[in-house]
Structure formats: structure tokens, C-alpha cells
């Protein structure tokens, strides 16, 4: 499935893509859109001509691997299982998948034991493991901060930020007893469902919602807002019995 992606001045200007030919830099622009949230999808070259450049006349594979061999190594292939996959360099650099895009299902490059591929330029694959899992848990850790905050902004109309330690302590806490990220926006959605608009709308706030009460919140039962039903003219109803109503027609007529 396609995507909205961003792209950024840089990219005109970046002395190594220019050194690539325009459908190679117009692929590597196409990879961006049909990448998952962790800028990996699936190595198929004839899908991949079919999705991005279906009226050119040109070699998807060629081009795939002009992108991978650059100095600036702008994506990876490898293949797991007998499956092959792309991993898109320096993706969340200059990407921003929306918070409700779901997790990737491809499996990463290097720390894999099936990996056909091995993590560049280290003799000591423990120590590659080692650092990778390290960069990968920080930069995992850091979405969450931002989607979940960002998230909760969007929903009620807020500004808190993502790197107060406070907001990242308690959202640490929650996340050690197991609640996931859908755990986080359902407790916003049900909140801001019942207090937005009231006088506990002031509670909207990451000490509130993400604080001991978060499993209460999680559980309990979607309130929705009491709407008055309409009265004409102001009157209320009368309810009346049927012979009202016949001596009524009798009169009519």
C-alpha cells in the first residue's frame, strides 16, 4: 500500500544521488511510499516496476542495486528465509510515518541469524549485535515518545512535549506492564471522548491519563455525551388515548 512521504530540499542537491540516473533517483523516491514505518518492504523488482515506474523502459533490479552500492548506500538488500527485502537507509531521518501506520511485519537486516548480509565494516558480530539492538531499542523508544504524545496532542488540541522525562517516565512504566501502543491511543481516544468540552478537559494530560489509573481508563466503557431530544414549540409531549383521537376524526369529519 502506498504512502505520503516527505521529501526534502537535500535530496536534489545530494552530490552521490546525482551520480545516479534520473529513474534511479525517481525509484528511490517511489521506495519511500510503498516502505513500511521502518522503511523496509519486500525485494520484488517486477511489483516494484509495476507500482513506480510503469511506463518507463528500464531494469528495476539494475536500478536497486545502484542505490545499494553508492558510497552513500542508500538502501539495503537482503534476503531471510528465502524471502528478499529492502531496508531503506537513514529512513526515519528524514521520515515521519503517521502514528497510526502499524508496525512492520519484515524482519531487520544484520540481526537476524539468517541474514544473507553482514553488518558493514565490524569484525566482532557481538559487538554488532550489541550496538544495533542498542541503536535500534533508543530509536524504538524515542517513536513511541513522539507518537503517543503527538497523538495525544492531535486529539485534544494540546502542546506537551515528547522529551519532558517526566512524561517519558510514566509512559516507561506503562510500557514495562506490557500495554502496548493501541493500549495508549484507546485510553486517549476514550478520555478525550468524555472529558474534551467538559470541566475535566484540564485532565487531558500525560500525569492524568498514562499515571496508575491507566488500566482503569483502558477498561472501562466508552461514555458518549447525552443529547436532549428536541421539542417542538417548546411544548412536551402529551400522550393521549385512542378514543381522544376518534372523537377527534369524528369531529373532522
Known amino acids: 500500500m502506498a504512502r505520503s512521504r516527505n521529501i526534502k530540499p537535500g535530496f536534489f542537491t545530494n552530490e552521490y544521488l546525482s551520480e545516479l540516473p534520473p529513474l534511479a533517483r525517481l525509484l528511490f523516491i517511489g521506495l519511500w511510499c ?9 525485494d520484488r523488482p517486477k511489483r516494484l516496476k509495476v507500482d513506480i515506474l510503469p511506463y ?24 531471510i528465509d528465502d524471502r528478499r527485502y529492502i531496508q531503506i537507509s537513514n529512513f526515519h531521518k528524514h521520515q515521519n510515518p ?21 553488518a558493514p565494516e565490524q569484525s566482532n558480530r557481538e559487538s554488532v549485535i550489541g550496538n544495533q539492538e542498542s541503536v535500534i ?15 495525544l496532542n492531535l486529539k485534544a488540541g494540546t502542546s506537551y512535549k515528547h522529551t519532558s522525562q517526566k512524561t517519558r517516565d510514566l509512559i516507561k512504566t506503562r510500557i514495562k506492564e506490557k500495554f502496548t501502543l493501541d493500549n495508549f491511543f484507546t485510553v486517549i481516544d476514550k478520555k478525550t471522548s468524555e472529558w474534551k468540552g467538559t470541566d475535566n478537559e484540564k485532565y487531558l494530560r500525560p ?9 482503569g481508563y483502558l477498561n472501562q466503557k466508552i461514555i458518549t455525551k447525552k443529547s436532549k431530544v428536541p421539542q417542538a414549540n417548546n411544548f412536551s409531549q402529551r400522550q393521549y388515548e385512542d378514543e381522544f383521537y376518534d372523537n377527534l376524526y369524528e369531529k373532522i369529519e
Open 137 to 151: 531499542g533508543n530509536s524504538v523508544e524515542k517513536n513511541l515518545f513522539i507518537e503517543i504524545i503527538n497523538y
Open 98 to 118: 503517521h502514528v497510526k501506520e502499524p508496525v512492520s511485519t519484515i524482519p531487520e537486516p544484520y540481526l537476524h541469524r539468517a541474514c544473507t548480509i553482514q
Open 34 to 42: 510503498y516502505a513500511d514505518r521502518e522503511g523496509r518492504l519486500e
Open 207 to 215: 500525569e492524568t491519563l498514562f499515571g496508575t489509573k491507566f488500566e
Open 56 to 79: 518507463d523502459s528500464c531494469n528495476i533490479d539494475d536500478l536497486l542495486n545502484k542505490l545499494a552500492e553508492s558510497p552513500d548506500e542508500f538502501i539495503v538488500r537482503y534476503e
